[in-house]
Structures are given as structure tokens and as C-alpha cells.
């Protein structure tokens, strides 16, 4: 996809300015205690209907505004952060980790949900990714997403979908859950997830400190591998 250099210069301070903000807020102890004894592996789970087939109109990680737009997206602002571990609990470096997720009202932008009656945010990105840097860590800021129907009797909790690449590979498609949510515990995808497994795919919330919003809350979701065999 092409960019004009405008873009680019966004993207490459943004991503700096996120990068930054995760090592000052992780820090090299914080680290180390993260990824300390064993790590489960983080159950996979559908990619479901709206994985972007649409070129993006920006590829960056913050999804709460668009290149070109002067507006910010509708909704409370989160940083989502973590670590890509292998199966040793080994942190990942150089992995593409790509989310994708509804609006803050609960739609995608996406042409399968386009009878959804609830209006497009123009100024919401709606996908994004971002690379892990040397200790395997990312992070994003977007805006907590919106529960919507997905069918008779069925309302998705508050989800971010999320999948890790390494080159072409594929390496993960799962899903991330607020603790909490009123519609989780009867959420037909999230009980696919073997009961032991669950909390691996649900984050709870922590202050954000002096280096992000001061507004915003921020979740952890680390993201391990299970074994290859």
C-alpha cells in the first residue's frame, strides 16, 4: 500500500513515541518478572467475519485516529500492551502483531457488517499493527471496543481480535475480553475456550501512570505459543 511521506513521518514518530512509552512503562524488572516460570500457551480462537479484506487507509497502532483526518475516534481511550513469548516463554522480536476490532458504538468497518444499523466512526481505524521490539513487546492505543448482536438471543461482549505473524506464518488468531463484561460468561465463543484456559484471554485494567493518558486505562495481554509439535 502506498503512503505519502506525510504518513510516513506520523508513522515513524508515533511509533517511536508508543515504543518509548511501553519500555518506560514495562521497564527491563518488570520484564524479566513477566516472563519468569512457565507460561501457558494462549488458547487460539476464530478469526471470525471481519478480518479486514479492504486496504487500510493507515497501518499504524493507534487506532483512535486516521491519517488525513483531524477527528478522534468516539469512545474511552486504552493502551493494550504485552509480550509474543514461544513455547519456552522466550520473548518474540520482530513479530507483526495485527488487531482489528469493532467501534466504541459496535460496529466494524467492514462490508460484512454494513447492514448494521449503528453508524460508522469515520475517525476510528478500526485495525492496526505493530511490530514486537527486542523483548518481544507491543502496544497499542485504540478506544475500548462496543458489545453488539450477533444473533438471536446472542450479544458479543466487549472483544479485540488479535493475530501474530513472523514473516508469511501465521503463528496465532485469538481473541482478548474485559473482566467484568455483563455479556461474557454467555458468550458462545469465549465458552469454546476450554474452562481452564479462560483466563488467559481476559485482561483487567490498571492506571496508566505519567506515561500515557492520564485519562486512559491500560491492559496487559501477553500472547505465548503453544509447542509446535
Known sequence: MTHTSRVLTRRQLLMASLAGAATAFLGPMACAKRIAGPCGPTPPQTEGPFYPIDDQLDEDSDLTFVSGRAGRAEGSVIYVQGQVRDSQCRPIRGARVEIWQASARGRYNHPYDRENPVPLDPNFQGWGEALTNEDGRYLFKTVHPGQYPAGPGWIR?????????????????????????????????????????????????TEPGKDFDPSALVYTFNLALGSAG
Not at 463484561?181 to 483466563?199: K, S, T
Open 157 to 205: 461482549p466487549s472483544h479485540i481480535h488479535f493475530k501474530v505473524l513472523q514473516g508469511k506464518s501465521e503463528l496465532l488468531t485469538t481473541q482478548m475480553y474485559f473482566a467484568g463484561d455483563e455479556y461474557l460468561e454467555r458468550d458462545r465463543i469465549f465458552l469454546g475456550v476450554p474452562a481452564a484456559q479462560r483466563e488467559h484471554v481476559i485482561v483487567r485494567p
